[in-house]
Each structure stands twice: as C-alpha cells, then as structure tokens.
C-alpha cells in the first residue's frame, strides 16, 4: 500500500523568501501525485497535479513540484511566499487520485512572518 | 458553480446518538466523496459514490456509518451510535468522472462527541 510522508510538521517563512515543502512517497509504480491545500474554515483545493510527462509541474498562485522518481520525493516550490499562503498544505498518492488507493500526507502547516 | 455545500458546520453530540451530515455536490458531478479528518492528519477516505451507487468503502470502516445517494444528487452520512473516537471533521467532495478528475472539497462538518 502506498504512504505519504511529510517530514515538516510546521514551517515559518518570511513574507518574500522562499518555500519548499517536502513530500515522499512509497508506492512500487509512478502514481499521480498532488497538493492540496486549506486554508482555516475553507475546503481543501487543489495547488497541482503530476500523472505523467514533465517532472515540474506549475499549479495556481505561483506554486510549482517536481517530480524525482529517484527520490520517491515531489517538493512544493514558491519562489516568494505572500502572506495570504498561510494555511495547511498537503500532498497526496495514489493509482487514481480518488478511493482508498489515494493517501494523503499529514501535513505541514505554514506560518508566514510580516 | 456554487461550490459543495455541507450542513452542518458544526455537530456537538452525546456518546451514544446517532447523527446524519449532509453534502450537496457541485450540481453536475456525478462523484461524490467522503472523508474524516483529525487535528494534524491528512484527510482519511471512508466512501464514494458515482451517481447513486456506491462503488467503494474504506475496509477501515465501521459498520456504524452509513452513506447514501438516494437520487444521485446530494448525499448523507450517519453515523449510529457514536463513539468519542467519531470526533473529526468530515470532509466531502465531487468530482466529474472523467479518469483525472479534480476534486472539490467543502468546508466539511465538525462533529465533536461528548
């Protein structure tokens, strides 16, 4: 059965650095692989997705993954964190990106500093 | 798009009641989806449906909860005789089935059992 792990329980960052959320994965075969994320009292929403074809995928708000097959990893990357991207971020895997073949990760909470 | 609407927001119950949560989909998604999400974990699937069948149960869970999707439009959880452990939020979702479906989450239900 696949897993997800999410090594960073919470992460704080500036207004204006960067940002790299970590994501690994276990599963025997290349899955699909997103990140969602949710922000207080708001549904999940989707950032990106990975199925197959180019490694770095570009999502909303800025946000980019790539995929390392060689690392079981798809890392979240924004190049300038705002504010507003404060919130609850988290990866998932699965065969299908639905049912209970779809995992998805703990978590990293994300706190932005003014 | 008026977004998946679920009521209600907030459940405070006695071990023991039963109680029943409703998710109304984006109207013309034929998926539809449950889960459960406690405090510093991912979202946990428990069941969906495609129109008014249900294709797939978590093996995780109990004989207690039940869902239905009577017309294939909005959907009920119940949950018989609660425990304390059933505290979490319960997230739905809907989806057109179309093999790399995006999912669009509610802002889901918080279900605290006394």
């Known amino acids: 059965a696949q897993s997800v792990t999410q090594p960073d329980i919470h992460i704080t960052v500036s207004e204006g650095a960067s940002l790299e959320l970590r994501c690994n994965y276990s599963?025997?075969?290349?899955?699909?692989l997103f990140w969602y994320v949710q922000s207080p009292g708001q549904g999940l929403q989707l950032l990106l997705k990975?199925?197959?074809?180019?490694?770095l995928v570009q999502g909303i708000k800025g946000f980019e993954a790539e995929f390392k097959r060689s690392q079981s990893s798809f890392n979240l990357r924004k190049p300038s964190v705002h504010w507003s991207d404060a919130a609850e971020y988290f990866c998932?895997?699965?065969?299908?990106?639905?049912?209970?073949?779809?995992?998805f990760g703990p978590g990293t909470r994300l706190s932005v500093l003014p | 798009d008026t977004g998946v609407s679920q009521d209600p927001r907030h459940k405070i119950t006695k071990r023991g009641q039963n109680v029943t949560f409703r998710c109304d989909p984006i109207?013309?998604?034929?998926?539809l989806y449950w889960y459960r999400q406690t405090l510093g974990q991912g979202p946990e699937f428990l069941t969906y449906?495609?129109?008014?069948?249900?294709?797939?149960k978590s093996r995780l869970l109990s004989d207690r909860f039940s869902a239905e999707r009577p017309k294939g439009s909005f959907s009920t959880l119940e949950i018989q005789r609660t425990e304390q452990g059933d505290s979490a939020m319960y997230l739905c979702?809907?989806?057109?089935?179309?093999?790399?479906?995006?999912?669009?989450f509610g802002s889901g239900t918080q279900l605290s059992v006394l």
């Open positions: 979702a809907s989806s057109l089935a179309t093999g790399t479906e995006k999912l669009f």
């Open positions: 599963y025997g075969a290349t899955p699909y």
């Open positions: 990975y199925f197959s074809g180019d490694t």
């Open positions: 998932a895997v699965g065969t299908r990106n639905y049912g209970q073949n779809f995992v």
């Open positions: 109207s013309e998604h034929n998926r």
């Open positions: 449906f495609q129109n008014e069948a249900q294709l797939e």
